[in-house]
């Protein structure tokens, strides 16, 4: 039906920048929310940045100022550009999207997770 595939983690140096890259396919009539999450061993998934279909963005109070959320309604994809980056930001980036899909004559709403991608903020 649908899929989110991201891209773009990797091993950074602290002060570097990262961009995020997470690309829906399938069946897909309109992408609602969308939002980035990430997951630190032995912690809780926790939300990072979220961004409505309008455009309006939200972000945890440890990203302000350094990481940027994005949309490209064209190419059904979603990006977090992230500066300045810590070593507290290491973790596994997911990708979230609740994804209106087709199905014959019908359509389906249901919320979607990328498989993940590792940031690694490290000297």
């Known amino acids: 039906q649908v899929q989110l595939v991201e891209s773009g983690g990797g091993l950074v140096q602290p002060g570097g920048s990262l961009r995020l890259s997470c690309a829906a396919s399938?069946?897909?009539?309109?992408?609602?929310?969308m939002g980035w999450y990430r997951q630190a061993p032995g912690k809780q998934r926790e939300l990072v940045a979220s961004?409505?279909?309008?455009?309006?963005?939200n972000y945890v109070d440890f990203v302000k100022g350094r990481f940027t959320i994005s949309r490209d309604d064209a190419k059904n994809t979603v990006y977090l550009q992230m500066t300045s980056l810590k070593p507290e930001d290491t973790a596994v980036y997911y990708c979230?999207?609740?994804?209106?899909?087709?199905?014959?004559?019908?359509?389906?709403?249901?919320?979607?997770w990328g498989q993940g991608t590792q940031v690694t903020v490290s000297s």
């Open positions: 979230n999207a609740v994804v209106t899909y087709r199905r014959g004559t019908h359509r389906y709403t249901n919320g979607y």
């Open positions: 399938g069946s897909i009539f309109s992408i609602n929310g």
């Open positions: 961004i409505t279909s309008g455009g309006s963005t």
